[in-house]
């Protein structure tokens, strides 16, 4: 069974940055995808950014230019790098994976890091 365990979020200011990291354990040979959804109080979880274990990467529009995802492989790690964060981005952060290359839908999941981006 694979575990993810998220790190890095925390409160910042609008236009400031955070990283956050993803550990995966137990299997991570069979996974294809890891990326990052996110979840605001009564929104929908939402895809923000993933990487295939090739290192092919795809961000959403809300998120492009802003924040950029990488994958370490040999250390089974996956990071989001999020500049210029605006309050809009504050939400629950969780860390996925899946078998196949799309992340839609994920087959493993963390149990979510706060962000919170305000003044």
């Known amino acids: 069974q694979v575990r993810l365990v998220e790190s890095g979020g925390g409160l910042v200011q609008p236009g400031g940055s955070l990283t956050l990291s993803c550990a995966a354990s137990?299997?991570?040979?069979?996974?294809?995808?890891m990326g990052w959804y996110r979840q605001a109080p009564g929104n929908e979880r939402e895809l923000v950014a993933a990487?295939?274990?090739?290192?092919?990467?795809k961000e959403a529009d809300f998120v492009k230019g802003r924040f950029a995802i990488s994958r370490d492989n040999a250390a089974n790690t996956a990071s989001l790098q999020m500049n210029s964060l605006k309050p809009e981005d504050t939400a629950v952060y969780f860390c996925?994976?899946?078998?196949?290359?799309?992340?839609?839908?994920?087959?493993?999941w963390g149990q979510g890091t706060q962000v919170t981006v305000s003044s």
């Open positions: 996925a994976a899946s078998h196949d290359y799309t992340l839609t839908p994920a087959d493993y």
């Open positions: 137990g299997g991570y040979f069979a996974i294809n995808a």
């Open positions: 990487v295939t274990s090739g290192g092919r990467s």
